[in-house]
């Protein structure tokens, strides 16, 4: 292959969805199976692009072309093809044509199915754009085109039929509904990832500012910018308003809360923004920027603020998402709620990359992870959405009994199930390993301490709801709902047709690949990585090969038993009642009811946010606008009229008053002087000659 072509094939990953986009509504004239098919091959060609950069991964290299773009401030667009971003678009490009796949079965019968493709394909190019951009600027464009789709996504549903509502309709939490809309969804992910975005963007002009260029490859080159950041106290800031975009698009702590509602939209809409695309922009982002900062710093310490903040996010994010998952009723929630837990692993191996003297073994156990959670948690997503197409119902009370009925379903649900818990030899136990082990060459003792402990504790709550979730799905008798719906409609429930199938059971045969393959391609992310890491961003990268951590299998291996050996015992098994144990151990209720509640956090949001703006507003009307405007529109009217009175009576008695008397005046002097023009000649001549004589007296007395 040419270098030409190399050089054009990051451009088209990307270009040829957005155009493809773009014609949608022309080729959906043409006929409407046209359409679909159209829509699934553009995805497919986009991902065989991908596919044929995988030997430039394979050998390190890195491949960077650049255009004009803005050339008044010597901005140019390019696009930066090397291991991370080639890597990531392949993940990306794959489990989105699956998904693809997924939705022509998922979205049958559907209306508005242009607009749906529409926006999926776009959201598509968007993300591709993300990851080969080669400057901030230009990613910034497709960081927005993701957002906008999702929102269009989220809310498309958007009649908002109640049975299409997320949460359960009635429940309050601090007298806040728990419910909410699709297009209530779509604007609440909108709106706080947008948070998330005004940080990224204060973040990246700032650094321009400072540097002169949004490109990675000058930050990467130049480091001039780092010491005057560091010189004005902004070093830490602008790192921090830059990780605010990626705290916002992956749902992290604290503008978690719109994920879990975003479950609102179309499962296929769930597997592709909340488990292979859209939450991973903010991963991507701190892989992409975190070495930019380690090597643009001499002292390594002035950055480690940074990395440990992202770590303690993450660690946060991972434990406080796990425990609502614990708990949750609706499938397509507990399964969005662990994407928030796991993406918070992601950061924390990621911010734990630079708190070590290691970077590379964090920064492979995040990426490896990011790949392992993609797949699997795309196959479950894919999976609720077929079991909810054949029971009717999203609660998992609702469920129950289905591994004979729907055997496929229930195989690949539970190796995916099996290895987000971490079950040893499936990708989740290598890579939640290797982020565990990364911990512990963190040197901080209290750090490492407490993040490993956070993490452990929130490994095994992982294990624990993700065996919640087969046993309440598969295993016990049929529910009365199941039962009331084979009775009504005369059917039994029954395996989803092939076309919905068939994505998540290769998704789920890939799980167990990667999971036997688990070592090597540990290593070869740490071959290709560390090769990319050193020779393009400069840094400096030790060796990493792969041995068993004790400590951190140990660790994993507890985790599972203690979480899934208890999973197993209540909702497997059958042995230990839930719903008893709740009810017989001391606050352990109040705690589920606190959880349950989403720490009421979300309910905090809408009271200080959502009702604290209308209590202003309602508080500004009331004394500003009723109580200061109106009685000014009131008064000054009255003061205008007062005025234009006096300004009349001023006008009649002093300037028109005036005007007559002066007038009297000269009228009076002019009868006056009118009375001695009598038109006698001799009297003319009489007073003519007395006024000489007074004259002459005057010059000569």
Same mark, same amino acid.
């Given at each position: 292959?040419?270098?030409?072509?190399?050089?054009?094939?990051?451009?088209?990953?990307?270009?040829?969805?957005?155009?493809?986009?773009?014609?949608?509504?022309?080729?959906?004239?043409?006929?409407?199976?046209?359409?679909?098919?159209?829509?699934?091959?553009?995805?497919?060609?986009?991902?065989?692009?991908?596919?044929?950069?995988?030997?430039?991964?394979?050998?390190?290299?890195?491949?960077?072309?650049?255009?004009?773009?803005?050339?008044?401030?010597?901005?140019?667009?390019?696009?930066? #093809?090397?291991?991370?971003?080639?890597?990531?678009?392949?993940?990306?490009?794959?489990?989105?044509?699956?998904?693809?796949?997924?939705?022509?079965?998922?979205?049958?019968?559907?209306?508005?199915?242009?607009?749906?493709?529409?926006?999926?394909?776009?959201?598509?190019?968007?993300?591709?754009?993300?990851?080969?951009?080669?400057?901030?600027?230009?990613?910034?464009?497709?960081?927005?085109?993701?957002?906008?789709?999702?929102?269009?996504?989220?809310?498309?549903?958007?009649?908002?039929?109640?049975?299409?509502?997320?949460?359960?309709?009635?429940?309050?939490?601090?007298?806040?509904?728990?419910?909410?809309?699709?297009?209530?969804?779509?604007?609440?992910?909108?709106?706080?990832?947008?948070?998330?975005?005004?940080?990224?963007?204060?973040?990246?002009?700032?650094?321009?500012?400072?540097?002169?260029?949004?490109?990675?490859?000058?930050?990467?080159?130049?480091?001039?910018?780092?010491?005057?950041?560091?010189?004005?106290?902004?070093?830490?800031?602008?790192?921090?308003?830059?990780?605010?975009?990626?705290?916002?698009?992956?749902?992290?702590?604290?503008?978690?809360?719109?994920?879990?509602?975003?479950? #609102?939209?179309?499962?296929?809409?769930?597997?592709?923004?909340?488990?292979?695309?859209?939450?991973?922009?903010?991963?991507?982002?701190?892989?992409?920027?975190?070495?930019?900062?380690?090597?643009?710093?001499?002292?390594?310490?002035?950055?480690?603020?940074?990395?440990?903040?992202?770590?303690?996010?993450?660690?946060?994010?991972?434990?406080?998402?796990?425990?609502?998952?614990?708990?949750?009723?609706?499938?397509?929630?507990?399964?969005?709620?662990?994407?928030?837990?796991?993406?918070?692993?992601?950061?924390?191996?990621?911010?734990?990359?630079?708190?070590?003297?290691?970077?590379?073994?964090?920064?492979?156990?995040?990426?490896?992870?990011?790949?392992?959670?993609?797949?699997?948690?795309?196959?479950?997503?894919?999976?609720?959405?077929?079991?909810?197409?054949?029971?009717?119902?999203?609660?998992?009370?609702?469920?129950?009994?289905?591994?004979?009925?729907?055997?496929?379903?229930?195989?690949?649900?539970?190796?995916?199930?099996?290895?987000?818990?971490?079950?040893?030899?499936?990708?989740?136990?290598?890579?939640?390993?290797?982020?565990?082990?990364?911990?512990?060459?963190?040197?901080?003792?209290?750090?490492?301490?407490?993040?490993?402990?956070?993490?452990?504790?929130?490994?095994?709550?992982?294990?624990?709801?993700?065996?919640?979730?087969?046993?309440?799905?598969?295993?016990?008798?049929?529910?009365?709902?199941?039962?009331?719906?084979?009775?009504?409609?005369?059917?039994?429930?029954?395996?989803?047709?092939?076309?919905?199938?068939?994505?998540?059971?290769?998704?789920?045969?890939?799980?167990?690949?990667?999971?036997?393959?688990?070592?090597?391609?540990?290593?070869?992310?740490?071959?290709?990585?560390?090769?990319?890491?050193?020779? #393009?961003?400069?840094?400096?990268?030790?060796?990493?090969?792969?041995?068993?951590?004790?400590?951190?299998?140990?660790?994993?291996?507890?985790?599972?038993?203690?979480?899934?050996?208890?999973?197993?015992?209540?909702?497997?098994?059958?042995?230990?009642?839930?719903?008893?144990?709740?009810?017989?151990?001391?606050?352990?209720?109040?705690?589920?009811?606190?959880?349950?509640?989403?720490?009421?956090?979300?309910?905090?949001?809408?009271?200080?946010?959502?009702?604290?703006?209308?209590?202003?507003?309602?508080?500004?009307?009331?004394?500003?606008?009723?109580?200061?405007?109106?009685?000014?529109?009131?008064?000054?009217?009255?003061?205008?009229?007062?005025?234009?009175?006096?300004?009349?009576?001023?006008?009649?008695?002093?300037?028109?008053?005036?005007?007559?008397?002066?007038?009297?005046?000269?009228?009076?002097?002019?009868?006056?002087?009118?009375?001695?023009?009598?038109?006698?000649?001799?009297?003319?001549?009489?007073?003519?000659?007395?006024?000489?004589?007074?004259?002459?007296?005057?010059?000569?007395?």
């Amino acid at each position: 292959m040419s270098t030409e072509i190399n050089y054009l094939i990051p451009w088209l990953v990307f270009a040829i969805p957005i155009l493809g986009a773009l014609l949608m509504p022309i080729v959906a004239r043409i006929g409407e199976k046209i359409r679909d098919y159209y829509a699934i091959f553009i995805t497919l060609i986009s991902a065989i692009l991908c596919a044929s950069m995988l030997p430039i991964a394979l050998a390190g290299e890195t491949f960077h072309h650049q255009v004009m773009w803005i050339s008044a401030l010597d901005i140019t667009a390019g696009v930066l #093809a090397d291991p991370l971003s080639i890597l990531m678009s392949n993940i990306v490009g794959w489990l989105s044509f699956s998904i693809m796949v997924y939705s022509m079965g998922y979205m049958k019968g559907e209306n508005n199915m242009t607009r749906y493709w529409f926006l999926m394909v776009f959201f598509i190019g968007s993300m591709q754009l993300i990851i080969f951009s080669d400057n901030f600027l230009q990613l910034f464009f497709g960081w927005e085109g993701v957002g906008l789709c999702s929102y269009g996504l989220i809310s498309f549903w958007n009649k908002d039929h109640k049975k299409d509502y997320v949460g359960t309709v009635g429940k309050k939490a601090w007298g806040i509904p728990l419910a909410y809309s699709p297009t209530h969804a779509g604007s609440k992910a909108f709106l706080m990832t947008r948070v998330g975005d005004a940080s990224f963007l204060i973040g990246i002009l700032t650094l321009f500012y400072f540097s002169g260029t949004f490109d990675f490859m000058e930050l990467s080159k130049s480091h001039t910018w780092a010491v005057e950041l560091a010189k004005s106290g902004l070093l830490i800031p602008v790192a921090l308003f830059i990780f605010g975009g990626a705290i916002g698009k992956s749902a992290q702590f604290p503008l978690q809360e719109w994920l879990p509602d975003a479950m #609102a939209g179309p499962t296929s809409v769930s597997a592709l923004i909340h488990a292979a695309t859209m939450v991973k922009a903010g991963v991507f982002l701190i892989a992409r920027i975190g070495p930019i900062f380690v090597t643009a710093v001499e002292n390594i310490s002035l950055i480690m603020p940074f990395f440990e903040f992202v770590a303690w996010i993450g660690a946060i994010t991972a434990f406080l998402a796990a425990s609502q998952a614990m708990v949750s009723n609706e499938l397509k929630k507990v399964l969005a709620y662990s994407t928030v837990s796991q993406i918070g692993f992601m950061m924390l191996a990621f911010g734990v990359a630079g708190l070590t003297s290691n970077f590379i073994v964090g920064y492979v156990a995040g990426f490896f992870h990011l790949t392992s959670h993609a797949i699997f948690k795309a196959s479950l997503f894919m999976g609720a959405g077929a079991i909810i197409h054949q029971t009717h119902t999203k609660y998992l009370n609702e469920m129950g009994g289905l591994r004979k009925q729907m055997r496929l379903t229930f195989i690949a649900m539970t190796i995916g199930a099996a290895s987000l818990a971490g079950i040893p030899l499936l990708s989740g136990f290598w890579s939640k390993d290797a982020i565990l082990a990364s911990i512990l060459g963190v040197e901080s003792s209290f750090t490492l301490i407490a993040l490993y402990g956070l993490a452990s504790i929130t490994a095994i709550m992982t294990a624990f709801y993700s065996f919640r979730m087969i046993g309440m799905i598969f295993f016990g008798k049929k529910s009365r709902h199941l039962s009331k719906l084979e009775k009504s409609s005369g059917k039994h429930i029954h395996e989803a047709p092939v076309l919905m199938y068939a994505p998540y059971v290769i998704l789920a045969i890939l799980t167990l690949a990667l999971g036997f393959t688990g070592p090597i391609y540990e290593g070869f992310l740490a071959n290709s990585l560390g090769h990319h890491l050193e020779y #393009a961003v400069g840094m400096e990268i030790h060796e990493h090969v792969f041995s068993i951590n004790l400590i951190a299998v140990s660790t994993s291996i507890l985790a599972v038993l203690v979480g899934c050996g208890s999973g197993y015992l209540f909702y497997i098994n059958g042995k230990l009642n839930p719903i008893e144990t709740v009810k017989n151990i001391p606050g352990l209720l109040t705690l589920q009811k606190f959880f349950v509640n989403r720490w009421y956090i979300n309910s905090l949001y809408y009271i200080v946010f959502i009702n604290g703006s209308l209590k202003l507003s309602q508080l500004i009307h009331k004394h500003v606008e009723v109580g200061i405007l109106d009685k000014l529109n009131t008064v000054v009217p009255k003061f205008s009229i007062i005025l234009s009175t006096l300004g009349g009576k001023f006008d009649k008695y002093i300037v028109d008053g005036t005007a007559t008397r002066i007038a009297n005046f000269n009228i009076l002097i002019s009868r006056n002087v009118r009375k001695i023009q009598t038109g006698i000649t001799e009297q003319y001549v009489f007073f003519f000659a007395l006024g000489i004589i007074l004259l002459t007296l005057l010059l000569f007395g």
